[in-house]
C-alpha cells in the first residue's frame, strides 16, 4: 500500500510521488473536516496555547485523529510554529521529516534541498523530474481555470481558490484531480460569465479559514475575487525548466519583497480596483501588512481571521464599505 506522508504546507510533492508516496497537505485535511474545532479541541488538550494560530493547531489535530506516522515540517520558509510543532510530533511518536527552503530563492541551494529530501525518501532528483512532467498536465489545467476567472468570468473566486490551493497535495490523488478538473472545466465554459461591471478584488495573504463565506458574501455585494495570490502560487504559475527553478519562482517561502513584485503584476494584468489582505490571527506574517500597505498603490482591506468559520457581522459591514468606498471612487474616476 501506498504509505501516507503529511506535509504542513506546499513542498516539492515531487520528490515524495516520485517516493511511491502519497502527499496529504494537513492544512487541507483540517480545513475540510466535517467539525474543525474538534481538531482544534485534540490540540487545546494536549496543551498548545489558546493564542497558537489555527492553522498550526489545525494541523496537529488532524496528524493525531488521522493517525498519521510520518510528516514533512517546513522548518525554513513557511512558520517558525512549525519547529514546535515538529518537536512535539516527535514526542506523540510522529516521525518528522524536517524540509526547508532556502534563505533566498537560489536554484542551486534549492536543488541541494531537494535533493536531501530525495535521499531521506529513498528517491533521486532525476525520478522527481520525471514526476514533474506528469504533473505538468494538472498544475497547467489549474491554471487555465484561473484564467478563466479573471478573463472570462466563468469561474467564481471561491472554485478559484479551491482548486488552486488544492494543488499543494492535489487532493492526494493527481491523477483523479486531473479528470475532475478537466470535466469542471468543460461545464463551466458552458456557463454565463460574471456581468464585466463588477468590481475586481485580488485576494492575498494566507487562505482563510472562512473561505467561502468571504467569498459568497463579496460577490452578493456586486464585486467578486479575480485573484488568489498564494493558491495560484501553489499551482506553480512560473515553472521554469525545472524542479529547482520552479521551486525558486515559487514566492511564498521568501521575502515580501518577491511577492509585492508578483501581487503588482497580476493587479495590472486582471485590472483589480482593491486588495483584501486576510492575516490569521497570532501569525508573524500579518506584519507584512506594513509592507503591502506602502508598495501596492492600492486600496486595501485588512481582515484578520481566527477560528471562526463564519465572517461575522463586523467583518461583512467592513467588506460592504470597502466595496462602497471602490464603487464611489470608480465613479468619480469615470467622470474624470
Ligand atoms: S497562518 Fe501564519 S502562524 Fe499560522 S501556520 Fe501559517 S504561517 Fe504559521
Not at 471562526?308 to 470597502?322: G, S
Amino acid at each position: 500500500m501506498m504509505k501516507t506522508i503529511g506535509i504542513t504546507t506546499t513542498i516539492p510533492i515531487e520528490c515524495l510521488i516520485a517516493a511511491g508516496c502519497r502527499p496529504v497537505d494537513l492544512n487541507n485535511l483540517f480545513i475540510s473536516h466535517q467539525n474543525p474545532s474538534q481538531l482544534l479541541d485534540i490540540a487545546e488538550r494536549a496543551g498548545f496555547p489558546l493564542n497558537t494560530c489555527t492553522w498550526i493547531k489545525g494541523i496537529y489535530g488532524a496528524c493525531i485523529k488521522h493517525r498519521l506516522e510520518t510528516v514533512i515540517c517546513v522548518t525554513g520558509g513557511d512558520c517558525s510554529n512549525t519547529l514546535m510543532l515538529m518537536e512535539v510530533l516527535k514526542l506523540k511518536g510522529i516521525k518528522t521529516i524536517p524540509f526547508a527552503y532556502p534563505a533566498s530563492p537560489n536554484p542551486e541551494a534549492m536543488q541541494q534541498e531537494m535533493e536531501k529530501l530525495c535521499r531521506t525518501l529513498g528517491t533521486s532528483m532525476k525520478d522527481a523530474e520525471e514526476v514533474r512532467q506528469k504533473l505538468a498536465k494538472p498544475r497547467s489545467l489549474t491554471l487555465e481555470l484561473d484564467r478563466m476567472t479573471w478573463e472570462d468570468g466563468s469561474t467564481t473566486g471561491f472554485e478559484n481558490h479551491i482548486w488552486l490551493v488544492s494543488t499543494s497535495d492535489f487532493n492526494q490523488d493527481y491523477l483523479r484531480f486531473t479528470r475532475e478538473i478537466e470535466t469542471f472545466i468543460i461545464d463551466a465554459h458552458r456557463r454565463t460569465p460574471f456581468s464585466s461591471d463588477r468590481l475586481r478584488i485580488g485576494y492575498i495573504g494566507v487562505p482563510p479559514v472562512f473561505a467561502n463565506p468571504l467569498y459568497s458574501f463579496v460577490e452578493e455585494n456586486n464585486a467578486r475575487v479575480v485573484y488568489n495570490e498564494i493558491q495560484r502560487q501553489f499551482a506553480m504559475p512560473c515553472s521554469g525548466t525545472n524542479l529547482s527553478q520552479q521551486y525558486s519562482n515559487y514566492t511564498y517561502p521568501y521575502d515580501t519583497a518577491g511577492r509585492v513584485r508578483d501581487i503588482s503584476r497580476q493587479i495590472k494584468l486582471r485590472r483589480i480596483d482593491g486588495v483584501i489582505h486576510y492575516v490569521q490571527s497570532f501569525c508573524h506574517r500579518a506584519i507584512s501588512d506594513i509592507i503591502f500597505r506602502t508598495e501596492l498603490g492600492i486600496p486595501i482591506l485588512t481582515l484578520e481571521g481566527g477560528s471562526d468559520y463564519n465572517i461575522n457581522q463586523h467583518l461583512k459591514t467592513r467588506i460592504e464599505a470597502f466595496i462602497d468606498m471602490l464603487e464611489r471612487s470608480k465613479i468619480e474616476k469615470g467622470k474624470n
